[in-house]
């Protein structure tokens, strides 16, 4: 019988504690607001090597880099396209990309949307004796910047585009500050005495039972190192593909102008030098036939209390960026409350059992 109290004290003992612990205020570290009253500034090394052979270092002077501003940022640090950018290229949520490939295939996707469109860029500079191209009094948000291609004694050096967040974070997963001041090293690949390769681009249609719908053809714009190369055209009689002969080392980018019944979604999938446009078909929405309206009809129900929409994805993870980019994580602030209710009976019950037991012993 003693050992009954006892147990019966031990559990009323840890309820209480846990309900105490359940109800006091509990704080979670998150990183601080964004100052979006604060520009930001960048800036961009461009360095290659003299020869294949060499440690020696190549400063890339005197090259124009053009960046452009896809992406805005609230002081919480949640991205969202400008209105501008909504229908010029696929892109849905940034909060909600975890995986470096889907990065990948927005930037590979930008510069071809980019240059089609002729949207200027929001900065442009020019390298100096050390390769460095600097941006100031930059507004926050996520940048593209489009790649640098140069040929010195007969050697390619291309950086390619990417994107970049300004501000980023430091060492501690902090925004960095006070400058909000972003400073990285662009990639280079070197092509030393660069082959003449085969490219080629061509067209996937992904819209079964709406075949007659398709366009009879495509207009097709490729862009050579953000410079427009060709305009070509794709149909049924060129089995919807184009190919052409160039020395490797340069970037390409394509975009393509289509026109048709139905509105399309397009992607684009870089293999090599294989450029893959998949169309994918958008129908409209078709309504049911409305039936006939009831004899008598019911008498409306009490109206039921609108449930709370689910929060947006601001809790949601952006991992795995270009080197330049860095690591994004989102602070995790949400606290679950639902299961206080559930503990707080639960505690009652056992403390009443634990009075009654103890009563019923003396």
Known sequence: MKNMKIKVRIINFILMFLL?????????????????SQPGSLTLVYQSHVTEDSDEILPIAG???????IADVDRYGYYSIPEKYENVFPITDLNRIKDQESWKTIYQSLGGYIYQNGIAPSATAVTDSEGKAHFSDLELGIYFVGNLTTKIDKHVHSFSSFLVAVPGLDENDEWVNPAYYVVGTVKCKITYEPDILTYEVLKNWNDSGYENFR????????YCDGS????????????????WDYEEGHEWTVAETVTGTYGYTTSLTVSETTYRITNTIVPPDTPDEPGPPPENPPTPDEPEVPSIPDLPAVLGAIRDLPAVLGARRLPQTGQLWWPIPVLVIAGVAFIIAGIRKNSKNL
């Open 63 to 69: 090259e124009s880099v053009n960046i452009y501003k």
């Open 20 to 36: 105490v612990a359940m109800m006091s205020p509990i704080t979670v570290k998150a990183r601080g607001e964004i100052d979006l």
């Open 228 to 243: 427009e190369y060709a305009v070509v055209y794709l149909n049924s009689d060129n089995n919807w593909r184009y190919t």
């Open 215 to 222: 366009p009879s053809y495509i207009q097709v714009t490729i």
